[in-house]
């Protein structure tokens, strides 16, 4: 059973930071593609970033391109997305993702696994 936790959501002032994790279990991690996806309120769930198994690929949402970086530590098991100048509209719920299917980066929703979300929230 694959199961993904997040941490780190918190309030903080715009231009601020915060690092969200996400820890996985259940499968050998370091096969599998991840996800960071959020969802403001009244509004649809959007991509964020992902990172390949091996953590060589990345690709981001225009919205977050120069201030978000997602990584990830494999021997840890642990996905991580740092976000920096932090603005009102990055507001949301913040979830990770992952794939069923290994060495494979999806390149858009093929998702199977999401955890259960972590709120940021940035203040004006």
């Known amino acids: 059973q694959v199961q993904l936790v997040e941490s780190g959501g918190g309030l903080v002032q715009a231009g601020g930071s915060l690092r969200l994790s996400c820890a996985a279990s259940?499968?050998?991690?370091?096969?599998?593609?991840m996800g960071w996806f959020r969802r403001a309120p009244g509004k649809e769930r959007e991509f964020v970033a992902v990172?390949?198994?091996?953590?060589?690929?990345?690709r981001y949402a225009d919205s977050v391109k120069g201030r978000f970086t997602i990584s990830r530590d494999n021997a840890k098991n642990t996905v991580y997305l740092q976000m920096n100048m932090l603005k009102p509209e990055d507001t949301a719920v913040y979830y990770c993702?992952?794939?069923?299917?290994?060495?494979?980066?999806?390149?858009?929703?093929?998702?199977?696994?999401w955890g259960q979300g972590t709120q940021v929230t940035v203040s004006s």
């Open positions: 993702a992952a794939p069923s299917r290994y060495y494979y980066t999806p390149p858009g929703f093929e998702y199977d696994y």
């Open positions: 990172i390949s198994w091996s953590g060589g690929f990345t």
């Open positions: 259940g499968r050998t991690f370091n096969k599998y593609a």
